[in-house]
């Protein structure tokens, strides 16, 4: 990784969780799941009202919750924040990317700044994150970085051009990390929710987020892509 030395970490600890992207929806689900599962979560959104609000709902699991404001879209302030993160102790072992600029857009309408802006949130916040997070994984010898992939990677929908766009790239971006980092013990992969996330149907927020916490602990073979189709 770009400007990797040795010493420029923290230990690892395989039982806190980062998570890019903390919505109210499946990024709230996501911690909850792994907060009461006995993790440390960090959570890292762009508001610092929005994390304040999540950690409050978030502190009856009785879990260490940590509040990181940083924008996905700002490359350069996250790798800051996120290398900071992993220069202390304890710092995350699993990574959730689970950011998304995902208003509906056309490809004849978008300006190339909107463009280049839903392509820095879907896609290269994740690979900046990465290479926050990997030297310090390395040191430790494992490491699960999971990203939050999407039906519109497989059936791109004119109407949501940035957001099929981007979760094509995504895919691609976790298959190649995760081809160069497992001689390191470090687990990549996509979750691809192939549906329409809604409270009360078969994708419920929770149950996805059920599937990520299995995805982390369970003892089958690795794969470079799970699937979510609300079974």
């Known amino acids: 990784m770009p400007n990797e030395r040795e010493g420029d970490h923290g230990p690892v600890d395989g039982r806190h969780l980062l998570l890019v992207g903390a919505g109210p929806g499946l990024g709230m689900a996501v911690a909850r799941r792994f907060a009461a599962g006995g993790y440390r979560v960090t959570v890292v959104a762009r508001s610092p009202d929005g994390l304040r609000d999540l950690a409050s709902t978030l502190a009856d699991t009785g879990a260490t919750i940590n509040t990181v404001a940083a924008d996905a879209g700002d490359s350069d302030g996250l790798g800051a924040r996120m290398r900071e993160l992993y220069l202390a102790g304890g710092a995350p072992g699993v990574v959730v990317y689970n950011a998304v600029m995902g208003a509906p857009d056309r490809l004849?309408?978008?300006?190339?700044?909107?463009?280049?802006?839903?392509?820095?949130?879907?896609?290269?916040?994740?690979?900046v994150v990465a290479q926050a997070a990997v030297p310090a994984m390395r040191a430790a010898g494992f490491g699960t970085i999971l990203v939050t992939g999407g039906g519109f990677a497989d059936y791109p929908v004119s109407?949501?051009?940035?957001?099929?766009?981007?979760?094509?790239?995504?895919?691609?971006?976790?298959?190649?990390?995760?081809?160069?980092?497992?001689?390191?013990?470090?687990?990549?992969?996509?979750?691809?929710?192939a549906g329409q996330?809604?409270?009360?149907?078969?994708?419920?927020?929770e149950r996805i987020a059920e599937r990520y916490w299995e995805i982390v602990h369970a003892d089958s073979p690795w794969q470079a892509e799970f699937r979510f189709t609300g079974e």
């Open 197 to 205: 996330i809604a409270a009360g149907t078969s994708f419920d927020p």
């Open 159 to 193: 109407a949501f051009a940035t957001v099929s766009l981007g979760k094509a790239a995504l895919r691609s971006a976790a298959t190649m990390l995760g081809a160069d980092l497992a001689p390191d013990g470090i687990r990549v992969a996509t979750l691809t929710i």
């Open 108 to 127: 004849l309408d978008s300006s190339a700044a909107h463009l280049q802006a839903a392509y820095a949130v879907d896609v290269i916040g994740a690979i």
